[in-house]
């Protein structure tokens, strides 16, 4: 066994036992930052077989920004998780069947010829660049696809935002179309005032001194 083929399966063992960890974890901090661990892993792996891109792309946007915003949101908000796990039973057969489907699309797609036809690593050149095949794949074969998920991904922005906008009484909040059309008279007033003398420099305060 290689060198290689070591750090393969040490951060594929480390990957599997921490993805494990996220399912049985029953603090919700510990099974995120579990998860935390598994995304390292397998941006890890990613490394090992060159693709640059995605393995940053996972830490960075994984990693940096939904995992950051996902512990902000289980530290602050009040949940009880463990009302959360009364059902947990109740939809085990469902969640195995969606794990059977899942694991079953995984290993077609790794069995199939197309999974096998990219080229071996000696066999690539100095400028080859793993970024610039996945952008000449995603933006012609599937670019409807690519901008399909887009549109998605937008739909579910602005349904995520409309179900958590609740107008409260009392509470101050910004009028965006007032924001546009104020004016500077509106916010700014000139006021005129005579000037000031300071005290030491009044005929008044020099005598007072002077009788001292």
Same mark, same amino acid.
């Given at each position: +066994? ?5 750090v393969f399966y040490l951060f594929s063992t !480390? /990957? #599997? ?6 399912? @049985? ?10 998860? !935390? ?22 830490? %960075?946007? =994984? ?5 950051? /915003?996902?512990?902000?949101? #289980?530290?602050?908000?009040? !949940? ?15 969640? %195995?069947? !969606?794990?059977?489907? +899942?694991?079953?699309? +995984?290993?077609?797609?790794? +069995? ?25 794949? %995603? =933006? @012609?074969? =599937?670019? =409807? ?5 887009? #549109? ?10 409309? %179900? ?6 009392? #509470? ?41």
């Amino acid at each position: +066994m290689d060198f290689m083929t070591a750090v393969f399966y040490l951060f594929s063992t !480390v /990957l #599997v036992l921490s993805g494990l960890r996220v399912i @049985t974890a029953r603090n919700p901090v510990h099974a995120a930052l579990f998860l !935390v661990l598994a995304f390292v892993s397998a941006s890890a792996i990613w490394m090992l077989l060159e693709a640059e891109f995605l393995a940053l792309t996972l830490v %960075l946007v =994984y990693v940096g920004a939904v995992m950051v /915003l996902f512990l902000f949101v #289980v530290m602050m908000l009040d !949940v009880n998780f463990d009302t959360l796990r009364e059902g947990f039973w109740r939809h085990l057969p469902v969640g %195995l069947l !969606v794990a059977g489907v +899942m694991v079953t699309e +995984m290993v077609l797609v790794v +069995m199939s010829e197309g999974f096998r036809t990219a080229p071996a690593p000696e066999a690539r050149g100095f400028d080859y660049s793993n970024t610039h095949e996945l952008g000449m794949v %995603l =933006y @012609t074969q =599937y670019l =409807y696809a690519f901008e399909l998920a887009a #549109v998605l991904l937008l739909v579910a922005i602005v349904a995520a935002i409309a %179900l958590t906008l609740r107008r409260r009484e009392g #509470v101050r909040r910004n009028d965006i179309g007032k924001q546009v059309a104020v004016r500077a008279a509106d916010r700014m007033r000139v006021v005129q005032m005579a000037p000031e003398v300071p005290a030491f420099s009044r005929p008044e305060a020099a005598d007072g001194e002077a009788a001292q």
